[in-house]
């Protein structure tokens, strides 16, 4: 079921921007982002990027010491959202780096929000073309443990994320 939301051009602007890793000069690396927060506009009719809920490569080290770990202090407990998610991860053969659709559903959010996210979500996957891991979230308990985000990139197969042994 669709639920005639629509998806904000800067939401698009952003998606390309993660997915595009051009080579590009020290400064623009650092202020490429390494994962952001979409919500509902407050009409509920478009879906935007979330204000403030962004962590930049350049935040990483700096203000930012586990990228991962920011990335889920970020969401809200008791409110849906959709997030991106750029993961680094290390596996037995190679380094990657791959962008994480999460949909954030957490148990404590209301019955309309999770209503409405879940009908909208389509709209906004759309958009997201070439994402390979899609991931819905009910909660802190699914998401913390940085193992359940290497399962879902490559199985048993990952060694690292974030450079941190798993």
Known sequence: MASGVTVNDEV?????DMKVRKSST??????RKKAVLFCLSEDKKKIIVEEGRQIL??????????PY???VSL???????????????ETKESKKEDLVFIF???DGASMKSKMIYASSKDAIK???TGIKHEWQVNGLDDIQDR???????AGNMVVSLEGKPL
């Open 12 to 16: 698009i602007r952003v998606f390309n």
């Open 26 to 31: 020290l400064d623009e690396v650092k202020k």
């Open 57 to 66: 490569v350049g935040d990483i080290g700096e203000t930012v010491e586990d």
């Open 69 to 71: 770990a920011s990335f």
């Open 75 to 89: 969401l809200p407990p008791d409110d849906c959202r959709y997030g991106l998610y750029d993961a680094t991860y």
């Open 104 to 106: 954030w559903a957490p």
């Open 126 to 128: 759309k958009k997201f």
């Open 147 to 153: 193992a359940t985000l290497a399962e879902k990139l």
